[in-house]
C-alpha cells in the first residue's frame, strides 16, 4: 500500500489562512484585533527560535503580537504580577508562557496564573478539566492540529479505534480526550504497557507521542490504518551533521499506513497554526461573537 502523506505544512498554511480572513473581518466589522502575550523567561536558544516564529506568524495573521523577554534571574513574584497585568490588559486575549521555565520558578503556579479564557495553550487547570468533562475550553494546540488533521482526512472519526502512544499532560491525554470526543474507541499506551505493537496494530488511528526517535515501526501498524507522528527528535546522521526525525520509523510505518504525517512538515507546522486559532477563539469568546468555524475542537 502507498500511504497518502497527510501534508502538514500545506494545511497549517490552509489554516493560518482561515485565521487571517476572520481576523480581517473582525477588525473590519467590529474594531476588535486578536492579541498575543507571549513570555520568555531565560535566554533558552529553542525557546528563543519558538517565541521568534510564533511573533512573525501572529503579525502575519493581521493579529497584534506582545512579546516579553525577561532575564533568567526575573523572580516567580516579578512573573507572575506580569501575568496579573496581562490578565487585566483589554487588548491581549491570548496569553502564552514559554516553558520550560528556569528551575526557581514553579511552572505549574504559573500556568495556573493565567486567566483560563486567556489560556492559548490549554495547559491551565480549569480547562484541563473542562476539557476531561466535555466542557468548551481552550484546547493545547498540538494534539488540536492533529485532530484538525484527522477530520480533514476521515470526515468523521465516529467509531474508530484510536490508540495514542504517550500519557503526557500535553500531547498524549489531551490527544486522547479529543479522540474521546469525536467518538473514537480510544487506547492511551505508555512506558508499561505489554505488547505495545499488538496494542498498536488495533488501531485505526494511531497518534506517537513517545520522544523516543523512530521507535514505532512498521511491525506497529495495521494494513491501512492513518498514523499521526507527533515526535520530533534530532538524531546524528553518519556525516557528523544531524537531522529530524519522528517517533515512528517513517519507511516502515508508510508500508503499511493507508496516511502518515511526514517529521518534519507533518504535525509541526500545525501546532503554531493552532496558536493563532486558539488566539482568535480566545478573542471571539471575550467579545461573545460566534467562534470561528473549523478552528476549534
Ligand atoms: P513526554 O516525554 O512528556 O512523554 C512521553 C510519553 O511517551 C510518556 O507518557 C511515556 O510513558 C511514553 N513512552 C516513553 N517511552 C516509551 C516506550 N518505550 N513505550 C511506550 N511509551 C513510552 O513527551 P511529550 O508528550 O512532551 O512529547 C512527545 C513527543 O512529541 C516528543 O518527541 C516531542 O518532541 C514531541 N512534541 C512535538 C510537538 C509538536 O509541535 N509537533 C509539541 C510537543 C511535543 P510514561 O508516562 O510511562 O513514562
Same mark, same amino acid.
Given at each position: 500500500?502507498?500511504? /497518502?502523506?497527510?501534508?502538514?505544512?500545506?494545511?497549517?498554511?490552509?489554516?493560518?489562512?482561515?485565521?487571517?480572513? &476572520?481576523?480581517?473581518?473582525?477588525?473590519?466589522?467590529?474594531?476588535?484585533?486578536?492579541?498575543?502575550?507571549?513570555?520568555?523567561?531565560?535566554?533558552?536558544?529553542?525557546?528563543?527560535? $519558538?517565541?521568534?516564529?510564533?511573533?512573525?506568524?501572529?503579525?502575519?495573521?493581521?493579529?497584534?503580537? $506582545? !512579546? =516579553?523577554?525577561?532575564?533568567?534571574?526575573?523572580?516567580?513574584?516579578?512573573?507572575?504580577?506580569?501575568?496579573?497585568?496581562? @490578565?487585566?490588559?483589554?487588548?491581549? /486575549?491570548?496569553?502564552?508562557?514559554?516553558?520550560?521555565?528556569?528551575? /526557581?520558578?514553579?511552572?505549574?503556579?504559573?500556568?495556573?496564573?493565567?486567566?483560563?479564557?486567556?489560556?492559548?495553550?490549554?495547559? &491551565?487547570?480549569?480547562?484541563?478539566?473542562?476539557?476531561?468533562? +466535555?466542557?468548551?475550553?481552550?484546547?493545547?494546540?498540538?494534539?488540536? +492540529?492533529?485532530?484538525?488533521?484527522?477530520?480533514?482526512? &476521515?470526515?468523521?472519526?465516529?467509531?474508530? @479505534?484510536?490508540?495514542?502512544?504517550?500519557?503526557?499532560?500535553?500531547?498524549?491525554?489531551?490527544?486522547?480526550?479529543?479522540?474521546? +470526543?469525536?467518538?473514537?474507541?480510544?487506547?492511551?499506551?505508555?512506558?508499561?504497557?505489554?505488547?505495545?505493537?499488538?496494542?498498536?496494530?488495533? %488501531?485505526?488511528?494511531?497518534?506517537? %507521542?513517545?520522544? *523516543?526517535?523512530?521507535?514505532?515501526?512498521?511491525?506497529?501498524?495495521?494494513? +491501512?490504518?492513518?498514523?499521526?507522528?507527533?515526535?520530533? @527528535? *534530532?538524531?546524528?546522521?553518519? !556525516?557528523?551533521?544531524?537531522?529530524?526525525?519522528?517517533?515512528? /520509523? $517513517?519507511?516502515?510505518?508508510?508500508?503499511?499506513?493507508?496516511?502518515?504525517?511526514?517529521?518534519?512538515?507533518?504535525?509541526?507546522?500545525?501546532?503554531?497554526?493552532?496558536?493563532?486559532?486558539?488566539?482568535?477563539?480566545?478573542?471571539?469568546?471575550? =467579545?461573545?461573537?460566534? !467562534?470561528?468555524?473549523?478552528?476549534? %475542537?
Amino acid at each position: 500500500m502507498t500511504a /497518502h502523506i497527510i501534508d502538514g505544512k500545506a494545511f497549517s498554511a490552509k489554516v493560518q489562512q482561515m485565521v487571517t480572513d &476572520h481576523v480581517t473581518a473582525m477588525t473590519a466589522d467590529h474594531g476588535i484585533t486578536p492579541g498575543l502575550a507571549v513570555v520568555l523567561v531565560g535566554e533558552d536558544p529553542a525557546s528563543e527560535v $519558538y517565541v521568534r516564529s510564533k511573533g512573525k506568524r501572529t503579525v502575519e495573521a493581521g493579529m497584534n503580537s $506582545y !512579546e =516579553h523577554r525577561l532575564d533568567a534571574t526575573t523572580s516567580q513574584a516579578e512573573l507572575l504580577a506580569l501575568i496579573d497585568h496581562l @490578565n487585566a490588559d483589554q487588548s491581549v /486575549h491570548g496569553i502564552l508562557v514559554q516553558l520550560p521555565l528556569p528551575d /526557581h520558578i514553579d511552572s505549574a503556579l504559573v500556568i495556573n496564573a493565567i486567566d483560563p479564557a486567556k489560556d492559548v495553550d490549554g495547559f &491551565h487547570i480549569s480547562n484541563v478539566g473542562l476539557l476531561g468533562t +466535555g466542557q468548551k475550553s481552550m484546547v493545547p494546540c498540538t494534539p488540536l +492540529g492533529c485532530l484538525m488533521m484527522l477530520r480533514d482526512h &476521515h470526515g468523521s472519526l465516529s467509531g474508530l @479505534n484510536a490508540v495514542v502512544v504517550g500519557r503526557s499532560n500535553i500531547v498524549g491525554k489531551p490527544m486522547a480526550q479529543l479522540l474521546l +470526543g469525536d467518538s473514537c474507541t480510544v487506547t492511551i499506551a505508555h512506558s508499561r504497557s505489554k505488547d505495545l505493537a499488538a496494542i498498536c496494530r488495533s %488501531a485505526d488511528i494511531l497518534v506517537a %507521542a513517545v520522544g *523516543r526517535p523512530e521507535m514505532i515501526t512498521g511491525d506497529f501498524v495495521k494494513e +491501512g490504518a492513518t498514523v499521526i507522528d507527533v515526535g520530533i @527528535n *534530532r538524531i546524528a546522521t553518519p !556525516e557528523g551533521k544531524t537531522r529530524l526525525v519522528g517517533d515512528c /520509523h $517513517y519507511d516502515s510505518c508508510a508500508a503499511k499506513a493507508g496516511a502518515i504525517t511526514p517529521v518534519p512538515g507533518g504535525v509541526g507546522p500545525m501546532t503554531i497554526a493552532c496558536l493563532l486559532a486558539n488566539t482568535l477563539t480566545a478573542c471571539a469568546r471575550s =467579545h461573545g461573537l460566534p !467562534e470561528p468555524e473549523g478552528l476549534t %475542537a
